[in-house]
């Protein structure tokens, strides 16, 4: 398996741009987020998914679209970028939510992302 | 609605060492609580969590935590540091029936020869 894998490793936008980042899991897992990491902010929650066609805010949406199309598939668009959405974004997935038993989170190795 | 601090950004410590990394939370109902380690240019990956019963709980590499209900605290302990567990450290906290895991600030472990 390999797990939750993400594109592009790294990439520098310009200001304005619109990019995708994608992100796949292959363990058939219903739950899907994507987080922003933020040097002495920890994880913040941006949008997350509890299943195909459902999507729902986190703690930090704005500036950033989802979509669910399939259960494997969650790709994070970024319209009209910003430098204040410079940041490392992270992709997790679990088979429930944290809250049901403790369900682990699994993450992909992140993407790094520079708007100048 | 949950929230964790994690009290230290960073904690040095000597190879073979104590260390201990501190974590308290707020909630108003029962919790399940995580402990996550990210090494250098990597993702996320789980070390411990505390769900019910024995409130010692026992992790990956030697690490186990202490969930403290009077004191609203979950302290990730290891008795002897080694040179590989260098990493960042984020505690974590999901409320029962919760969607959504709450994040510390995250503590960066440096450990010195």
């Known amino acids: 398996n390999a797990g939750v894998t993400q594109t592009p490793k790294f990439r520098i936008l310009k200001i304005g741009q619109s990019m995708t980042l994608q992100c796949a899991q292959d363990m058939n897992h219903n739950y899907m987020y994507w987080y922003r990491q933020d040097p002495g902010m920890g994880l913040k929650l941006i949008y997350y998914s509890v299943g195909a066609g459902i999507t729902d805010k986190g703690e930090v949406p704005n500036g950033y679209n989802v979509s669910r199309s399939t259960t494997e598939d969650f790709p994070l668009r970024l319209e009209l970028a910003a430098p204040s959405q410079t940041s490392v974004y992270f992709c997790a997935s679990s088979y429930s939510s944290a809250g049901s038993r403790g369900n682990e989170q699994f993450f992909g190795p992140g993407t790094r992302l520079t708007v100048l | 609605a949950q929230s964790v601090t994690q009290l230290d950004s960073q904690v040095p410590v000597f190879e073979e060492a104590p260390v201990e990394l501190r974590c308290n939370y707020s909630s108003s109902v029962s919790v399940y609580l995580f402990w996550y380690v990210q090494y250098p240019n990597q993702g996320l990956q789980l070390l411990l969590k505390?769900?019910?019963?024995?409130?010692l709980v026992k992790g990956i590499n030697g690490f186990e935590a202490e969930f403290k209900k009077s004191e609203t605290s979950f302290h990730l302990t290891k008795p002897s540091a080694h040179m590989s567990d260098a990493a960042e450290y984020f505690c974590a906290v999901a409320g029962q029936g919760a969607q959504k895991l709450v994040f510390g600030q995250g503590t960066r472990l440096t450990i010195n020869p």
């Open positions: 505390y769900l019910s019963g024995s409130t």
